[in-house]
């Protein structure tokens, strides 16, 4: 019943309404989708289509979804694969219209962090994937390149993802660090499935792990219901508001995360802010020095776990492929430099800009507590 | 374009009729029927049939009927079409009357045991159900020896999802069917049978309509469609007179989308170049040099 009441609940109605704005119907994209209310109504048809592969009906998270979204068409599949691997599939297209696919993770269930993600000081980083894609859609996200479809993946066996992370962390004598949500926002898809509801008890009883969750969600209900714990951080990634508005479609504004962030503080949870992606734009680049003093003049610095700094980067196969399903993208036309296979900037304009932008950040943040890419 | 595909003529008719579509007399493999937005198919029985006519109606549309559609890149056009099948199934439940409209979100190919699924972003307010595609009729009796609860049947469908599967994208293929009876499929009246598709007509219409706002959403947001037809031509020229290679047009055309993506107009450059002639390539080569400087020199 608790899971279900979890479910239904919604809070900061107007964050949530906008953070679902993206499952709005096609044709309401022919108008302003930042005018889009979501009602009663559409708020049901947010997954028109929900793909259940055959051995994942019995678990309790798609029996709960399934109670949830009962105008939703249930297609059962045999293998989440068979939909979400389809070679004809446009990612744009399904970003208007996604569908939700629960499915079983079979092995592996953990990976060892890759280089292009930062590991904040610890040398056992791994990462783990309970949903595959996110319910927002940022212009640069490498999600476009990695992935043949923007349906989302939720994988319903937490059960065996507990065992893995047990298994690793008893296997290693230093601390482990696991990114969560790395490639995905499980804080913004906690109103469709709260996964981190799921997973609290459990991070609590592991001292020797520590959780990372990144999130550009306004939702707060994750930090009003829960106690803050020692070993899981909440990692907020934040952009001038011109950058959100430009480039991070269906995220909430920077006012509302701003207010997340607050309350994450208030409640005792270890916060991280990230500014990455960064872009150097001349259309850009001016707005970042106001920005971060903005952004310490409403959030205590004292009160900051560490700041992630990262410029815009991506592994060059999905750049390619990206590249060539944005065709109108501006993002994906401007010149870049490959080096060891990521297309960023050159690293001297990477090395100039970092420059001015931490002698504004160190006037808030100890050098120590500042991790660059 | 919409791309119709019917097995028979009887399921053609009415849509021929509706949409004023007009037979095309120069060819003669299939009967073809056409408008300005919409052609049609038939294609006769079997989902083998299906396939070859809707990949033969598929190949017209990209060269024959293509003249009128703007089209930059060499490889786009096929992705502006969208397979549209509409025809008669059979049911072996009687939870839909006879002659309800149905819309396909899965089809089993009964013969290989492999599914496809359609990305169904069209025709929300109709009920959506997964289809059997069977080589031959389904009577009652054969439905007992197939183990499953239930079962909508055709003939056509897993035909054209391998069509879609190749030459299209997932959004771009809607099944369409009409329930014509309850797995008794040869007490069948013609005229009968039309009269359930003119009823549908209506929501055909209706989802015809969304399909072609789906094409119009998809080619303004996704494909290279920003170059006007001046712009167009004058990059034709250039591209001819300078010698350019394959790859030089694509950087000539990459920056050219560039500048007009960064909100400058190209035009006026591109202009003072659409004249000029070389004779070689590497002469061609300088020039596109200077044009690509005096583009980024604009912004
Ligand atoms: S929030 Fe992150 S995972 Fe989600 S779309 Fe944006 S970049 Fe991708």
Redesign the pocket.
């Known amino acids: 019943m608790k899971l279900q009441q979890n479910l239904m609940r919604k809070t900061d109605k107007k964050e949530n309404n906008k953070e679902f704005a993206g499952f709005m119907d096609i044709q309401e994209h022919f108008r302003d989708v930042k005018d889009v209310k979501v009602d009663a109504k559409s708020e049901r048809e947010i997954f028109r289509n929900i793909y259940v592969e055959e051995a994942a009906f019995d678990y309790p998270i798609t029996k709960a979804v399934l109670q949830k979204y009962i105008h939703s068409n249930i297609i059962p599949i045999h293998h989440y694969k068979d939909v979400f691997n389809r070679t004809n599939q446009h990612y744009g297209m399904q970003k208007q219209y996604p569908a939700l696919i629960l499915a079983i993770k079979s092995d592996p269930l953990l990976y060892k962090g890759p280089d292009v993600c930062q590991n904040f000081g610890f040398s056992n980083f791994y990462y783990t994937s309970f949903l595959l894609n ?1 319910i ?3 212009e ?2 490498f ?1 476009q390149g990695m992935y043949p479809s923007a349906n989302l993946v939720a994988f319903v066996n937490i059960e065996d993802f507990k065992d893995a992370i047990t298994k690793i962390v008893s296997n290693e004598r230093e601390p482990v660090y696991l990114a969560a949500s790395y ?3 499980l804080i913004a898809f906690h109103g469709i499935i709260p996964y981190l509801d799921y997973f609290y008890d459990f991070f609590s009883t592991l001292p020797n792990l520590y959780v990372e969750v990144r999130t ?1 969600s306004a939702g707060q209900i994750f930090y009003e219901e829960h106690a803050a714990l020692e070993n899981f951080i909440v990692a907020f990634t934040l952009a001038p508001e011109e950058v959100i508005k430009k480039y ?1 479609k269906y ?1 909430p504004s920077l006012k509302a995360r701003i207010k997340a962030v607050k309350k994450a503080i208030d409640k005792g949870f270890k916060v991280r802010l990230c500014f990455d992606p960064i872009f150097i734009d001349t259309e850009y680049e001016s707005l970042y020095e106001k920005f971060y003093d903005y952004i310490f003049s409403e959030i205590e610095p004292g009160k900051i776990l560490d700041v992630g700094y990262g410029f815009f980067r991506m592994p060059v196969d999905f750049y390619k492929r990206i590249k060539k399903q944005k065709s109108n993208s501006k993002l994906f036309i401007d010149d870049y430099c490959l080096i060891d296979g990521i297309v960023s900037y050159p690293t001297a304009l990477q090395e100039e800009v970092k420059e001015k932008h931490f002698a504004i950040l160190l006037k808030y943040i100890q050098k120590d507590k500042l991790f660059a890419l | 374009m919409i791309l119709i595909i019917t097995a028979l003529m009887i399921e053609a008719a009415p849509l021929i009729e509706h949409f004023r579509l007009r037979r095309d007399m120069s060819i003669h493999e299939f009967p073809v029927y056409r408008n300005a937005d919409i052609a049609l198919i038939v294609s006769g029985v079997g989902k083998v049939r299906s396939a070859i006519a809707a990949t033969y109606l598929l190949s017209i549309c990209n060269t024959k009927y293509n003249k009128d559609i703007e089209n930059v890149n060499d490889d786009s056009c096929i992705k502006d079409h969208t397979l549209v099948n509409i025809g008669f199934c059979g049911a072996s439940e009687t939870q839909y009357e006879i002659g309800s409209l149905i819309l396909i979100n899965k089809v089993i190919d009964m013969d290989t045991g492999i599914d496809s699924y359609p990305d169904v972003f069209v025709g929300k307010d109709l009920p959506a159900e997964t289809l059997c595609c069977f080589s031959k009729p389904i009577s009652k009796e054969d439905f007992e020896n197939i183990n499953r609860k239930s079962v909508f049947c055709d003939m056509e469908s897993s035909g054209i999802m391998e069509v879609a599967k190749k030459f299209t994208y997932a959004h771009q293929v809607v099944i369409l069917k009409i329930i014509s009876d309850y797995l008794n499929p040869k007490n069948l009246n013609k005229e009968t049978l039309k009269g359930y598709l003119a009823k549908q007509m209506p929501k055909i219409e209706q989802i015809i309509k969304e399909v072609k706002q789906l094409n119009y959403y998809f080619s303004k947001n996704f494909t290279d469609k920003i170059f006007k037809e001046e712009e167009k031509i004058i990059l034709e020229a250039i591209s001819e007179n300078l010698k350019f290679t394959h790859a030089m047009k694509q950087i000539l055309l990459n920056e050219v989308k560039k500048a007009k993506l960064e909100g400058t107009e190209p035009i006026k450059i591109l202009e003072a170049y659409s004249k000029v002639k070389v004779n070689s390539k590497t002469e061609g080569k300088k020039f596109l040099n200077e044009i690509t400087a005096k583009l980024n020199a604009k912004d």
């Open positions: 996110c927002f859609d940022c640069y996200c999600l490639d995905t926002d550009k991070e995220t």
